[in-house]
């Protein structure tokens, strides 16, 4: 399984990015999809997770400014991110439940002050 994401890039604090992410080689839903991020010198973290059936999972640093969503087309799942601060700074990837685990290769978002 491979997944592909996009939408990273360089945004002012207060802005907005929308990641997406697709998964190939795979011919049935992956039950869970979502997002981890990794800052510099810091774990990689948990950011939101959606099942299948819509069900969301966010850390607490993005309830109410991140909407995790999944896409119409299998397998595609998206992170809107609203009211960006220096602290979203990191990169990002796509989450996948697959066995093993499946892991994008990463977008980076830098969001200047």
């Known amino acids: 399984v491979q997944l592909q994401a996009s939408g990273g890039g360089l945004v002012q604090a207060g802005g907005s990015l929308r990641l997406s992410c697709a998964a190939s080689?795979?011919?049935?839903?992956?039950?869970?999809m979502g997002w981890y991020r990794q800052a510099p010198g810091k774990e990689r973290e948990l950011v939101a997770t959606?099942?299948?059936?819509?069900?969301?999972n966010y850390a607490n640093s993005a309830k109410g400014r991140f909407t995790v969503s999944r896409g119409a087309a299998k397998n595609t799942v998206y992170l809107q991110m609203n009211s960006l601060k220096p602290e979203d700074t990191a990169v990002y990837y796509c989450?996948?439940?697959?066995?093993?685990?499946?892991w994008g290769s990463g977008t980076l978002v830098t969001v200047s002050s």
């Open positions: 989450y996948g439940a697959t066995v093993p685990t499946s």
């Open positions: 080689g795979i011919i049935f839903s992956i039950s869970v």
């Open positions: 959606i099942t299948s059936l819509g069900g969301t």
